[in-house]
């Protein structure tokens, strides 16, 4: 697969583009990270983040690949590994984790409830709302991936998931007392 | 009627469907109206969760491909048959497992090149127990690979060149790797093989994926290292051989080469072609063929 085709089948959400990725560049990641006083569980976990990384890279509006796809990848996966390794070095002592954690624990809560709505959405709604929200599909693409007969279906669909899961949100929110 | 072009207002925004002005008019509304903020911040909440739920499943997509741990990565599952850390294997396909078989090849020409004096100082220690296991992912290759020993077996090996009475010690039948005559190649398996039987490999960087025979030139009774395969000079395909993996007290690992009833040392870092030379050190030696014998 050239770098344009993979572009390409990321831009329509098609995740056998990153399967191809992954396999593709595994080696060379993971040595990477290897190499530089990383674990081989570290290095999977980066090598992961770096290709989602990747993958809303290619997916933004903006993406102008300027090099080869793995000289992208791989300077992705060099800059998380680097500011892991700031973030290990640093986070040493566990009193300042606890600090925030005090201060943010409405909003973990509040996370923790929305999280339990999308679990508890209906398959097809939930990849109906990740492709808009995360993989920037449009309503075509969307309509094409679910076989909807059309853009409009599923612009309503859309529409029809999001405030039902809103509806669930607002309900939980209410009985824990977020909402005034 | 105002809620709904609210929502649609608040979509566009935060998932990036505004033009820069439009997003700058959009933010001075909301610093204006505390209710409009308060819907966007939990709007935000909410797509951003629908983000972060996305990448948990595209991570655990990922995590669920299988990729073969290092320099065999992508390579067909022909025949797979893994070494346990101090174990030696005479079967005519054998491949070493080892966890940390990352390393770039610049890293392990430096780790052979110290194993290899490490090697040097330990050639007089004495062996450890040592069994032999054969680890298998598809019985089928097995089985082939099986039948290519008997094949092997079978042809009387034939003794020649001038073999010390010392070196020519009588040792158990050595089951030879027999190449395909047509590609005198052979596929060796990949290295997915269960971790748990890898020992405490963490010194052993050294393996061979592979071995090629070039019996163009009988007389050419040589040896070289290239990309992890060993490429052995010499009439290899019609006689019997078998590679042994010896390791040391130390677990500094060394390959050696029985051939016609010696052995000759597989230094690690030869890029070129190098003659083969019968060991001379007795209680190497010995420790060889005590490896065979089990």
Not at chain 1, 106 to 129: H, M, V
Not at chain 2, 12 to 31: D, P, T
Not at chain 2, 231 to 250: C, R, W
Not at chain 2, 262 to 283: C, G, M, W
Request: net charge negative; with cysteine; proline share 1%.
């Amino acid at each position: 697969m050239s770098d344009e085709e993979v572009i390409a089948r990321i831009k329509k959400g098609d995740e056998r583009a990153l399967d191809y990725l992954y396999k593709k560049n595994y080696k060379m990641m993971i040595n990477m990270i290897i190499k530089n006083n990383g674990t081989e569980d570290e290095a999977k976990d980066i090598y992961q983040e770096s290709l989602i990384v990747l993958w809303q890279k290619v997916i933004s509006d903006d993406f102008v690949l300027s090099s080869k796809l793995s000289t992208y990848l791989y300077s992705i996966c060099q800059n998380l590994w680097r500011k892991e390794l700031d973030r290990k070095s640093k986070h040493t002592g566990e009193d300042e984790i606890n600090k925030s954690e005090i201060n943010d624990l409405d909003k973990t809560e509040r996370i923790n409830i929305i999280n339990k709505c999308i679990n508890e959405l209906g398959e097809t709604c939930k990849a109906i709302l990740t492709y808009y929200y995360f993989d920037n599909l449009s309503m075509s693409d969307i309509a094409e991936k679910m076989g909807f007969a059309n853009s409009d279906t599923a612009k309503t669909k859309k529409y029809k998931c999001k405030q039902e899961l809103d509806k669930k949100i607002r309900t939980l929110y209410k009985a824990s007392d977020f909402l005034d | 009627m105002e809620m709904e072009h609210n929502y649609e207002l608040i979509d566009q925004y935060l998932s990036g469907n505004m033009s820069v002005s439009e997003a700058r008019e959009f933010e001075w509304q909301i610093s204006q109206d505390p209710l409009l903020k308060n819907e966007v911040d939990f709007q935000r909440d909410i797509i951003n969760s629908i983000r972060e739920y996305r990448k948990a499943q595209l991570k655990s997509r990922l995590n669920n491909i299988k990729v073969g741990n290092g320099y065999l990565s992508g390579t067909a599952s022909k025949i797979a048959a893994s070494i346990v850390a101090g174990t030696v294997i005479t079967a005519s396909i054998w491949y070493i497992v080892n966890i940390n078989n990352t390393t770039s090849k610049e890293q392990e020409s430096q780790i052979i090149k110290t194993e290899q004096i490490q090697a040097e100082q330990q050639k007089n220690t004495t062996t450890q127990t040592l069994s032999s296991e054969i680890v298998d992912t598809e019985t089928n290759h097995t089985q082939v690979a099986n039948s290519q020993n008997k094949k092997v077996k079978n042809k009387q090996p034939i003794l020649d060149e001038n073999a010390s009475k010392e070196n020519a010690t009588a040792i158990n039948t050595p089951e030879g790797i027999h190449s395909n005559s047509e590609d005198r190649e052979l596929q060796l398996g990949d290295s997915q093989l269960p971790q748990s039987s890898i020992g405490n490999e963490s010194i052993n960087k050294l393996h061979i994926d592979e071995v090629k025979i070039d019996a163009s030139n009988k007389k050419d009774f040589s040896y070289k290292y290239s990309d992890n395969k060993l490429y052995l000079y010499g009439d290899f395909e019609s006689k019997t051989y078998s590679i042994v993996e010896y390791v040391p007290a130390n677990k500094v690992k060394q390959f050696y080469l029985n051939f016609e009833g010696k052995y000759y040392e597989l230094k690690p870092n030869q890029y070129k072609p190098v003659k083969l030379r019968a060991i001379t050190d007795s209680s190497t030696i010995a420790a060889l063929q005590a490896l065979e014998k089990k």
